[in-house]
């Protein structure tokens, strides 16, 4: 599934992102505006306009708030059209004023983008281009019709003819560009809040799974010396009970379901654990860990772990943070998915730095989205993709939640090719597909010898 704009910016994904009392206290803010400007337009200019009318368009913006604060909870968030027909009012009574004090001969005009960048940033396409054609339709009007300014000796404050087109036009064009870039900026910032949601969930999850293991972990740890105890007890009572005596029958029954609650509990401690023991793991175990939900699916996976050459130091312990291994194995999934047959990851290391490469024999990435991967919403999954993987449906989350999570952990993550996209196939390297590098400063995931080597002390109860 690919997200496009249409979908993060529907009715329905972009309802409810207003609340009434934001645009009551905005109209308020523009009720003072438009009283004060009147004020010293009359008092101060000593300008001859429709006063009259221009306070009864004043007074409906008045009205207007007065019953929607009365009438509705101050907490209430509009649906889109609800928050369209707002806007199209206040766009309305705006236009009322200009066409009373001057048309295009009034500065003020300007405010006409307002209401339009609002909806540009918070309601949907279809509101947006109505309200806006409704603005340009406006300022249409006023530009040949409006109530000209007129001081207290009669002279009439006018542009000269050439200078008013061009202020329509850059009215209009103001309405479209500003529209459009409120608009964008808000379809990236909801995409990045969105995928920063979707990376908290996915690590959130995983720690989870690390918690559940622990418990698990422990139970079995705890619950060993009860059971074995029931056991000995149990086994010496069979032992001493005469053959023919029922309570032998129970004693072994006894001895038979203990063993049973060691296994159980022994099958349910493989499926992770959380305590200090393995709180640090060596970087191939930690890889191999997170590539190992991928090992069976057709593809061939690689691993090689070795110093740089000239180094010689012996193979690093790192912190097994949920991160690293939820975000390896995004990319490893990433890697599988577009490999034709195999897939390898090599880790080395010198004094400073731990190295991770994880590249396949693939395509590559395509040219027009290395540049952005990482990224949220970048899809690099072609249509044919979803037909080839049944019940698959992707976001383009998963390399901006592999990035986001392994970024935390100090890893510096590059993207790149294998080979170049043109070059002859048989010139082509073995690993010619995507390629992704990972750098980690060894004080970022590698504890000390010290900590590694010490006493593990008590396991911390998982909170």
Known sequence: MHPTDKTLLSPTARSHWLRLRTLILLRWLAITGQIVALVFATAVLELRIELAFAILAVLASVFVNVVSMLVFPENRRL???????????????????LFLTGGLNNPFALLIIAPVTIAAT????????????????????????????????????????????????????????????????????????????????????????????????????ELGTPLATIKLVSSEMAQELPPESEMKEDAELIREQ??????????MGRAGKDDLLIRTAPLSSVVE????????????????????????????????????????????QNAVDFAKSDVWLNGSWDADNLYLRIADDGKGFPAHV???IGDPFISMRKSGEKARRPGYEGMGLGLFIAKTLLERTGAEITFANGADPFQHPDSRPTQSGAVVELIWKRAAICPSEAAVKGPLGENRPIS
């Not at 203990?258 to 099958?267: E, G, K, M, Q, T």
């Not at 069976?296 to 790192?318: D, Q, T, V």
Request: proline share 5%; charged share 15%.
């Open 122 to 221: 918070a309601l949907s396409l279809r509101s947006t281009i109505i309200l806006g054609l409704a603005a340009i339709a406006f300022v249409s009007f006023i530009a040949y019709f409006s109530l000209p300014l007129v001081t207290h000796d009669g002279a009439i404050l006018e542009q000269p003819r050439l200078f008013n087109m061009g202020f329509w036009l850059a009215l209009v064009i103001g309405i479209v560009f500003v529209g459009a870039y409120a608009r964008r900026v808000s379809i990236e910032n909801n995409s990045m809040s969105e995928a920063l949601h979707a990376t908290q969930m996915a690590l959130s999850r995983e720690q989870n799974l690390t918690d559940l293991g622990g418990v698990v972990a422990a139970a079995a740890h």
């Open 370 to 372: 290395i540049g952005r």
């Open 289 to 332: 860990t997170a590539a190992e939900p991928h090992a069976g699916r057709g593809k061939e996976i690689h691993y090689s772990f070795a110093p740089l050459p000239g180094i010689k130091l012996p193979h690093p312990s790192i912190y097994r943070k949920p991160e690293i291994i939820h975000g390896l194995r995004n990319l490893v």
């Open 79 to 97: 649906q889109d059209g609800e928050a369209m027909a707002t806007l199209l009012f206040d766009l309305t009574q705006l236009a009322v004023l």
């Open 258 to 267: 203990a063993d049973r609650c060691r296994d159980i509990l022994r099958s």
